[in-house]
């Protein structure tokens, strides 16, 4: 561990070049208040920025991921507020985070919870992780991509059992659905979710957030938009320095050294 930032509602770990957020109101459930918003902002911000970090981490503490908004919270905030607020500064956030977030779900995965793993890059669950969308059972309905990204995985049947019945289901079934990368022993997460983000990590930092950013296209775009964009950003890379090296190194049968790691 090389440095922890202090906020109340989240932990942060820097191991190496990985920067691991963890949600930190256990015995709520780690719910998303605003302050947690707020945090997540800031925090991601700093890691966004720092040139040290290249693989972001998010997991809970506690026997769930996230609970989901918090709900007492909503109730007792008017919708004026809550619009101005709002949940939406972190969902915009990482929309636009330049370096790769692993989600890993260490439990309850549930409305904001997953809406927030989902928007995620790289999703890895423990085996008693539990996923869904359970907003109807309040009388409201997910807000923050649920609907949206939910169906573009799961396609429109499974999405609207899920959204319309409010029901958890188990990490096995959500990695059938491609909802999950991985399900992991539940004692090994974190280290599981460490060694994919060090994998992440060797390669270079241009090349991560190109690559990203244009996968990331793939969700919002028709195809020869993205198409398009994809080859912008594949000229971009294509013209760097760890392009070179890369490409030499493998001639060459030795490994690439990448600059500023
Ligand atoms: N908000 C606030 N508090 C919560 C939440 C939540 N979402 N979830 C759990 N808690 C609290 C409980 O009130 C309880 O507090 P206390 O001990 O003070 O009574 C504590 O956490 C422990 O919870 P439980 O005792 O209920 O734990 P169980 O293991 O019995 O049950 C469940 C686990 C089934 C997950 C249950 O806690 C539950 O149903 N929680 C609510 C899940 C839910 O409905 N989530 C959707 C919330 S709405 C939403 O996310 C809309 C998103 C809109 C966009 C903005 C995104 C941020």
């Known amino acids: 561990v090389n440095y922890i930032y202090m906020y109340s509602t989240i932990q942060i770990e820097v191991i190496d070049n990985i920067g691991i957020i963890k949600l930190n109101r256990p015995d709520k459930l780690n719910a998303i208040n605003f302050q947690m918003v707020d945090e997540l902002v800031d925090v991601l911000n700093k890691l966004d920025n720092d040139d040290k970090i ?3 981490i998010i997991t809970g503490n506690g026997k769930a991921f996230s609970a989901g908004a918090d709900v007492k919270e909503m109730l007792e905030t008017p919708l004026e507020e809550i619009m101005k607020k709002g949940h939406m500064p972190l969902w915009e956030k990482l929309r636009t985070f330049k370096k790769p977030v692993i989600a890993a779900l260490n439990g309850i995965t549930a409305g904001g919870g997953l809406e927030l793993a989902m928007a995620c890059d790289i999703i890895i669950a423990s085996e008693s992780a539990k996923l869904g969308q359970p907003e109807i ?3 409201i309905m997910p807000g923050a991509g649920g609907t949206q990204r939910l169906t573009r995985v799961l ?3 499974k999405a609207m059992e899920l959204v319309l019945t409010g029901k958890l289901i188990d990490s096995k079934e959500a990695e059938r659905y491609g909802l999950v990368n991985k399900v992991v ?4 997460l974190i280290d599981e979710a460490i060694r994919l983000a060090r994998e992440i990590a060797e390669k270079p930092i241009i090349s991560i957030i190109l690559a990203k950013e244009a996968v990331a296209r793939a969700w919002d775009t028709l195809l020869q938009q993205g198409l398009d ?3 912008r ?8 320095k760890e392009a070179k ?3 030499r190194a493998f001639l060459e049968k030795r490994k690439p050294r990448w600059e500023n790691d």
């Open 137 to 139: 059972n309040l009388g």
């Open 54 to 56: 290249k693989v972001v």
């Open 185 to 188: 022993p539940d004692n090994s």
């Open 155 to 157: 396609g429109k049947y």
């Open 233 to 240: 950003n594949f000229y971009l890379a294509l013209n760097t």
């Open 229 to 231: 964009f994809e080859r």
């Open 245 to 247: 090296e890369g490409m």
